[in-house]
């Protein structure tokens, strides 16, 4: 019986990486990816556009 208990724990990592690594190959696209890629790409302009304003002017 020991054995048993020495297995149980491993077996039920096992099961939840794998339900976990599932469960993210599943969210990776679909309908909200054009949506989650837009405010992605609004983010970076954001950041972009304030790095370019924060530099001084070359004369």
Known sequence: MDYVAALVPPVVMAIAFTALVVTIVKSQGGANKAK?????????????????????AKA
């Open 36 to 56: 989650e890629d837009a405010i992605v790409d609004a983010a970076l302009a954001r950041v972009e556009a304030a790095q370019q304003s924060s530099k001084p």
